[in-house]
């Protein structure tokens, strides 16, 4: 990314502007009309007499004046920052400057551009940039503020209008006519950057009374588009509310701003209820975007600064601590969560560290928000989330500790990936079997390949990922109850879980990114040729083996190909026949093995592209970087089963495995280690059934005994 000298970036904005000609001074206005504008507002407060005589007399630009003189002596209502107390260092001086400057050389956003030169907001090329947020209002804000540059003002105002002109609130029953109207990005606007930037320019001479109105015009209807609109239980409602409040809290003037206020504190109450299930898990099911109920919390915040603390329940933290626990009891060894769905990265102990406050008595939330240094470490290790679905499995709460999460549940209420019986692994520090979890929001083959199955660590049918129909809310989670269709123990010695896939296996590929539009000729496509039940097995602290049972609904012969994902490109071979394990020096390493191998078909790539995306980590928008894919394909009619050895390897271990011997009874297996040690590993009979292992130490004596 190039470095831009402030001088430049003035230089590079002045010349921009110039070659606007006078779209600068061009007149536009909202859908709502001056007299509507203040009939909406309350103008009986002694400070707002001058504007309330003008509105009398009928004189529109004496009213916009004194409104606008209002706001700039206006103290009563805080903000995050004094917008009387300019602080030229708020962000480091030229940063705030640098972070602007790519945009405004047209490196961003500001390279698309209507036929006649405006900014064309509307059909943007860059949607996965968010424009519909313009998170970049509040680096102009800062850069005006760090330079005091009146370019910086012409560029914001020129962009308020031209995204007023464009982008017309849409009149109630209407369809939005936009992407800038959705309920959770006018949220966001009104949160964060609409606000912020209203404040950085208040005391601007560029910011006429004019463009007050205008600026002012468009937040209420943006609030009242929110409060009309805004449907459903997933994070896009805490995203609505935050921003619903917070307009209700930063421009009161407002008549309705009361009842913006009670609408957003009244439904963050009634969606933590709502949101989130009886074991804690936000309904979503992906562990990113389950913290959002924070947004909850901002909005409390918001309200203790401007002194409105009693507007929120009292009840908001209360009904917080489960999701709150479920970051900790979701943790992998790096301390971060699995990134299950379209989850992305979560740093936990940073998470809690601002929530103890709240839970005093949660001692253990205490010892992960401070690694350990304070409070005391949880009482259990492994823990199923048994209306969401999620197997937890862990040796220990220890940075190198041996975690396995197992997905067994429905698929979500939003942000959905085609992965059930999905699993990954960390070992000795290190993730070693990896879900791509969020990729970016766009349409291309990236994105389509990273929600689906073949990016995930389970099994494909004759080629064919799987396909859940679902829709809000989801007929799996409501009304909420355990899950049926799991089976879990959990012991010091060991964990076992099973899970069961019986829904369709469908096309290849979506018209969309998202699951939930799929069209019907696609569903057409569906069948169920088989059911997958896959059986998890952690012997503690460092063996995990798989076993999976496909079960035809039909004579036929049919190709299962189960995937494992490696974030390495450095394999070798392993153990017996087909077995595989990355070989990265210095290092923890996994081996791959299959147990059964007859009429077995091992395969292993990296970076390919044709004529299937496999082997990478995809993560979209030039981030997609190799990583390995083994298949392991087997064809057969009838019953079929795989079973599959997951070991880590300690930096610099050597491959332990010495032979597989294969058992009596179908199924079964003997694997011989180094120095004598055997596991003897069997399925049991029947639906949701389990693992057996019968553990022998190098002395011939029996070891552990396993039998779900």
């Known amino acids: 990314m190039p470095r831009y000298r402030p001088a430049l970036v003035t230089a590079l904005l002045l010349g921009h502007l110039l070659t606007l000609g006078g779209a600068l001074a061009e007149g536009v206005d909202t859908v709502l009309s001056d007299a509507e504008f203040f009939a909406a507002l309350d103008l009986t407060p002694a400070a707002l007499a001058p504007t309330a005589a003008a509105v009398q007399a009928g004189d529109m630009p004496a009213a916009r004046q004194a409104l606008a003189d209002y706001y700039r002596q206006r103290t009563g209502v805080p903000y995050e920052f004094d917008p009387h107390q300019v602080d030229r260092a708020v962000a480091g001086g030229d940063v705030a400057v640098k972070g602007v400057a790519p945009q405004l050389a047209g490196e961003g956003f500001f390279a698309a551009r209507t036929p006649e030169g405006d900014l064309q907001w509307v059909g943007n090329p860059h949607p996965g940039r968010y424009p519909t947020r313009m998170y970049w209002w509040d680096a102009l804000g800062k850069a005006y ?8 003002a012409r560029q914001w105002i020129w962009q308020l209008r031209s995204f007023v002109r464009q982008c017309p609130a849409p009149a109630p029953g209407q369809p939005p006519g936009s992407a800038y109207w959705n309920t959770m990005d006018t949220g966001i606007r009104l949160r964060g950057s609409w606000p912020a930037a209203f404040h950085y320019f208040l005391h601007s001479p560029t910011f006429t009374p004019d463009d007050l109105v205008l600026f002012l015009k468009s937040t209420m209807e943006q609030a009242r588009f929110i409060q009309r609109e805004h449907r459903g239980s997933t994070n896009w409602v805490t995203f609505a509310m935050v921003g619903l409040y917070s307009a209700g809290a930063v421009f009161p003037e407002c008549r309705e701003a009361e009842s913006w206020r009670r609408h957003a504190a009244g439904v963050a109450v009634d969606e933590m209820q709502r949101l989130y299930l009886p074991d804690g898990f936000g309904n979503e099911l992906s562990p ?10 901002t909005l409390q915040e918001i309200a203790r600064r401007v002194g409105r603390e009693s507007d929120v329940s009292a009840d908001l933290y209360a009904l917080s601590e489960a999701p709150v626990a479920v970051m900790m009891k979701l943790m992998t060894p790096d301390r971060n969560v699995p990134r299950f769905n ?12 601002d929530k103890l406050v709240h839970y005093p008595h949660r001692a253990d939330l205490a010892w992960i928000a401070s690694d350990g240094a304070s409070g005391e470490p949880p009482a259990f290790t492994s823990h199923l989330f048994d209306h969401a679905g999620y197997a937890i499995m862990r040796s220990g709460w220890e940075r190198t500790a041996t975690y396995a999460a197992f997905d067994v549940g429905p698929p979500g209420n939003s942000h959905v990936h085609q992965d059930k019986l999905n699993l990954v692994m960390w070992a000795y520090g290190r993730e ?13 083959a990236w994105r389509r390949y ?17 396909r859940r129909r679902w829709q809000r809310p989801n007929p799996a989670q409501m009304p909420y109850k355990p899950l049926d269709d799991l089976r879990w123990t959990t012991t010091p010695g060991w964990d076992a879980a099973t899970g069961i896939y019986e829904e369709a ?5 979506m018209p969309e990114y998202y699951p939930y539009r799929q069209r019907e000729a696609f569903r057409a496509d569906w069948a169920r040729p088989a059911t997958h039940e896959r059986r998890v097995l952690f012997l503690k602290p460092d063996i995990v083996v798989v076993g999976d049972l496909l079960t035809p609904t ?6 299962y190909q189960a995937r494992w994902h490696l974030l390495s490109t450095r394999t070798a071979p392993a153990g017996s026949a087909g077995g595989v394990q990355t070989a990265d020096p210095d290092q923890p390493n996994l081996i791959v093995m299959p147990l059964l191998t007859a009429g077995l078909e091992v395969r292993t790539a990296s970076a390919q592209t044709e004529p299937e995306l496999l082997g990478w980590n995809a993560l979209g928008n030039d981030r997609n970087t190799p990583a390995t894919t083994v298949t392991h394909t087997l064809t057969a009619a009838g019953p079929a089963r795989l079973l599959t050895l997951l070991l880590p390897l300690r930096p610099g271990q050597a491959d332990p495995v010495t032979a597989v011997e294969a058992g009596a009874e179908a199924g079964a297996v003997t694997v011989h280690l180094a120095g004598g040690r055997r596991l003897s590993i069997a399925f049991q009979p029947g639906r949701l059934g389990g693992l057996t292992a019968r553990e022998t130490r190098p002395d011939g004596t029996p070891g552990r005994m396993v039998d779900p």
């Open 450 to 466: 990273s929600v689906d199955t073949h990016a995930h660590n389970t099994i494909l049918v004759d080629g064919r990922p799987q």
């Open 145 to 152: 503020w760090a330079t005091g540059d009146e370019a910086y």
């Open 505 to 509: 296996y469908g096309a290849v590929g």
């Open 554 to 559: 039909d004579e036929a012969s049919h190709r």
């Open 432 to 444: 070693v079997l990896f879900d791509i979890g969020a990729a970016a929001y766009d349409e291309s």
């Open 288 to 297: 990113g975007y389950h913290s959002f109920f924070t947004n909850f919390w």
């Open 342 to 353: 379209d989850s992305g990265g979560v740093d936990v102990p940073g998470f809690l560290r």
